[in-house]
């Protein structure tokens, strides 16, 4: 009968030591989830973060491709003033050469 009490006092000792395992279990289960639940909102909100900057740099990109061809055709357009400029340099030194070899 001692045996029998002392064995059935250390399954009820492995059963609630099993329920306490599985309780625990239970706590670590639901915070890892919580967790998880956590870290994919993260991913969420950095996804959607990630997709603006593509959405910026995509914006930026163009805004770069109107810079450079306004860049070329000021570059153009100063070329052009540059040449109008000697011209006028040439007409003028030519008038005033003109004028001395008239007096």
Excluded: P
Excluded at 3 to 11: L, N, T
Aim: hydrophobic share 30%; net charge negative.
């Amino acid at each position: 009968l001692v045996r029998f009490i002392e064995a059935r006092q250390k399954m009820v000792d492995q059963i609630s030591l099993a329920e306490k395992t599985i309780n625990t279990l239970h706590r670590e289960k639901e915070a890892s989830r919580q967790v998880n639940d956590h870290l994919q909102d993260e991913i969420v909100k950095k996804e959607s973060q990630l997709e603006k900057m593509e959405a910026g740099m995509t914006i930026n990109e163009g805004i770069i491709q109107k810079l450079e061809i306004e860049n070329k055709e000021l570059t153009q357009s100063n070329r052009e003033l540059l040449e109008v400029k000697e011209k006028y340099k040439k007409v003028c030194q030519k008038e005033e050469e003109e004028r001395e070899d008239a007096q």
